[in-house]
Every structure is written in structure tokens, then in C-alpha cells.
């Protein structure tokens, strides 16, 4: 069975890939664990040379490697350029912090040499999402390698164009053989992989069902995991809110990427005397939002990435307007080829609604009223999925306080929630547990050892 690169703009295959046959996955296992061995006595300024490379690499090859994600994702090319800086910038984060990430640290015990090293682990495997093809692969392996493990990756079966791609780009700059290999194997064949005594850990971004298997899988096997997984971010509005500055980042926000990221602001939470003359401003920010061919530079938003994810996506927001939400933008499917879905808005939104208590993984934002901020906290809270959330107040001391309480891994206050190589990236709840990025990320991979000296 092949794997097909499908451009969902057009709904063209416009090509295959063989799947990974079982005596290459066993010698793809074998150069791993090979490499593993050898990469972990390079120092880290070592390390650090080589994701040094690769940043070179890829800015050079830029806007390359961005066709390559449009073409696969229906990305728009500025967005996809900008991925790909995103992934230079991890790369330069990790070659300069590699020594401080992984430096002994010295315990205060008189009379010992007491001390706590940060050892690789070996082999991990990384099963990766297709919506940030590049990024999501770059912010596990900066870390993961600076750590002095070896990668295998294990990509979205709809972007193997792009998972060979970072291959090359680690061949490029002549890493070591095995230390950064494809696998373009299928989701059955995961939970062996998982178990071979080659693998010391996984880590995967995806859905939540996902997680639970490979949890499950490594589980069983008594290895560690790192999961990110699903989001349904709060997007708080409070009464003195700048409302002209949270609508154009609420904008960019939910629809960036088609509405296809985890820390989307995919609920907006607004308090009730400001909801209106928000949602007015928010609603024309959206409606100019210009949706159409991304290759073309004045497209802001592609297709979804799959027919499939569009037909669950409208399932969602059908089972809403059922019971009684109403479509304040868009919630149709267009006409023609490609996997389009408008900007939209589901407004009077419930508890009992799918659209409620689900991830909406695509261009829809769904909108639930407030009376104060501390209902907006309890709606914002009630939620199976805590990965990041913001609040909007002219009140920056209040907003702290208030995305303290909220049970996220990250929370932003007057800012979008996003991602950035200095700071801890992760959830809580049904969102996963781990973390990556920084120098938490570097450690995640680690085996963190006492070593004790007496004299």
C-alpha cells in the first residue's frame, strides 16, 4: 500500500510513496540504535553544530520546503514560510542552549560531590500530525537530538512529500547515518515499533484517541511518553478589553492555518455587556478574510487539509445549529473541488451541543456569554482539554491572576497563545501531559541520574 501526497486545494494525487517493508523498518531500527549509541558521546556544543546546519538549511531552501507544505496541507505560502523560520529559530534556540540545557546540576550535600545529570535515553519515536508539517517535527528533534537521543519519525500518512523532505535535510547536513530516519509505516504497525527493546520512548502530537493508544502501547511496554494532544482553547473577553485589539487577534487566531491548531482560540468566552460590539467587530474581521488558492500571496486562508476532517468538522457544527445554536458567519460547505470550509461562527452555543464539549478542528468559532469574569473562568474551565487559553483586559494585573486559575499548560494574557522554543509547550486534562521546547523540553528525553562521590 502506498502513501499518496494529495493537494487538497485540488483534490489531485500528485504522488506515492512505497510503504516501509518490514526488513527495512528492522534495519531502520538497527542504525538507529547504532546511532544512538554513537551520538550520545558528542558534547553538546557537538549537538549544537549540527541543528546549527540544519537552521542553514533551512532558510536557504524556504520557500522549497513552504511549497511542499501548501501543496500537501492547503497551507497558505506565508504561513508556510513562516513555519519554516519557526523551525530555523528552534534549531538556533537548541545549538545555543544545548550545554546550559544538559550541564550537571551540583546538590549543596557537605562533604559529597552530589550531583543530578541529564543522560539520553536512546532511540525515541516521534508520531507526528500533518496540520504544522515541519514544525511539530522540528520542535521534538532540536530537543530530542540536542539531548543526544536518536530519531525515528513516524509522520501523518497525508504528508510523506514532507517527512522525506526533513530527511534530506538532516542527510544534508550530514548527520550521522540513522540518527534521523523516516518511517512510512501505517498506524497498526506502531504499537511494534513501541515495543521493540531498540525504542526507549515516544512522543506524539495528535488526537486524544491517538494518545490513548500509544499511552496504552508504551505502557505496556514501560516507556516513557511525552503527549500532546487535542485542544479546545478559551479565548476570554472581559468588559474593559481592548475590543478592536482582541477581535484582530481572535481572528488570526481561530482561522490561521484554515482553524487546523491545537491552541486555536476555538471558544470564545465573552462577557455578556461587551459581547455584542465585540462579535460585530470580530464577525468583519472574518467575512474579509479572503479564502481561496493558497498559493496564491493574497489568499489568507486555504482548505482544510482532508475531505474527511471538513465532513466531521460540518457533522459538529450541524448537531449545533439542531439544537438550537445559530450561524452568525459561514457554517456551509462550498460548492466545488478542494476541501474548503468558510469562516465561520457558531453563536448561542450550549452544554449538550457537540460543538461544546468537542474540539472543532477547523475555520469555526463557537461563542459562549458570560455575566462576569468569574462565570467566563468556570466556562472556560469547563472543558475535557487544557492546553492554552488567553485573556483580554485593560486590567493586566487582573488578567494574571485570572489565567493563573485557568487550567491550562499555557496561558496568555492581551497576547494569542502560541508556541515559542524559550518557553514550556504542553497540557493538562485530556490534553496530554509532558513537556516541550525550552530547556524542559531538552530534559524530557533524559535519563536524570543522581550520581553520588564520597570522598
Request: hydrophobic share 45%.
Amino acid at each position: 500500500m502506498s502513501f499518496d501526497s494529495i493537494n487538497p486545494a485540488t483534490d489531485e494525487r500528485v504522488a506515492s510513496f512505497p510503504e516501509t517493508r518490514p526488513d527495512e523498518l528492522e534495519a531502520a531500527l538497527t542504525r538507529a540504535a547504532h546511532a544512538a549509541c554513537m551520538w550520545r558521546q558528542h558534547s553538546a556544543q557537538e549537538r549544537g553544530a549540527l541543528l546549527q546546519k540544519v537552521a542553514t538549511i533551512l532558510r536557504a531552501g524556504r520557500d522549497r520546503y513552504a511549497e511542499i507544505i501548501t501543496l500537501e496541507v492547503g497551507k497558505p505560502l506565508t504561513e508556510a514560510r513562516a513555519e519554516i523560520e519557526k523551525c530555523a529559530w528552534a534549531c538556533d534556540y537548541y545549538a545555543e542552549h544545548a550545554e546550559q540545557a544538559l550541564n550537571d546540576e551540583r546538590a549543596d550535600i557537605d562533604g559529597v560531590d552530589a550531583r543530578v545529570a541529564f543522560l539520553p535515553l536512546g532511540v525515541v519515536l516521534a508520531i507526528m500530525p500533518w496540520n504544522f508539517p515541519f514544525w511539530q517535527v522540528f520542535r521534538f528533534a532540536a530537543a530530542a537530538l540536542t539531548a543526544g537521543n536518536a530519531a525515528l519519525l513516524k509522520h501523518a500518512a497525508n504528508v510523506p512529500q514532507c517527512a522525506l523532505a526533513i530527511a534530506g535535510i538532516f542527510r544534508e547536513a550530514t548527520a550521522p547515518e540513522g540518527l534521523f530516519q523516516v518511517l512510512l509505516i501505517r498506524a497498526p504497525a506502531v504499537a511494534a515499533v513501541i515495543d521493540d527493546p531498540r525504542v526507549h520512548a515516544v512522543t506524539l502530537t495528535g488526537s486524544e484517541a491517538a494518545g490513548r493508544a500509544v499511552a496504552a502501547a508504551a505502557g505496556r511496554a514501560l516507556k516513557k511518553t511525552v503527549l500532546e494532544l487535542g485542544g479546545s482553547d478559551a479565548f476570554i473577553v472581559l468588559a474593559d478589553a481592548d475590543l478592536d485589539r482582541a477581535a484582530e487577534a481572535a481572528v488570526l487566531s481561530r482561522y490561521q492555518n484554515a482553524g487546523q491548531s491545537c491552541i486555536a482560540a476555538k471558544r470564545l468566552i465573552l462577557v455578556e455587556s461587551v459581547a455584542e460590539a465585540f462579535l460585530e467587530r470580530f464577525t468583519q474581521r472574518a467575512k474579509a478574510l479572503k479564502v481561496g488558492d493558497p498559493r496564491d500571496p493574497n489568499v489568507l486562508m486555504g482548505p482544510l487539509a482532508r475531505h474527511d476532517l471538513r465532513l466531521t468538522l460540518h457533522a459538529q457544527v450541524t448537531d449545533a445549529l439542531d439544537r438550537g445554536a445559530t450561524a452568525r458567519l459561514g457554517c456551509q460547505i462550498p460548492e466545488g473541488p478542494g476541501s474548503y470550509y468558510p469562516p465561520s461562527i457558531l453563536d448561542h452555543v450550549r452544554a449538550g451541543m457537540r460543538a461544546y464539549d468537542e474540539e472543532l478542528f477547523g475555520p469555526v468559532a463557537i461563542v459562549l456569554r458570560a455575566r462576569d469574569s468569574e462565570q467566563a473562568l468556570e466556562l472556560a474551565n469547563d472543558n475535557r482539554y487544557g492546553l492554552g487559553a488567553c485573556v483580554w483586559t485593560r486590567d493586566a494585573a487582573r488578567g494574571a491572576a485570572l489565567a493563573r486559575r485557568l487550567e491550562t499548560g499555557s496561558s496568555f494574557v492581551n497576547a494569542l497563545v502560541k508556541s515559542d522554543p524559550r518557553l514550556p509547550f504542553g497540557g493538562v486534562k485530556a490534553s496530554g501531559y509532558g513537556r516541550e521546547l525550552a530547556l524542559y523540553g531538552a530534559r524530557e528525553f533524559t535519563n536524570i541520574k543522581t550520581l553520588w562521590t564520597a570522598p
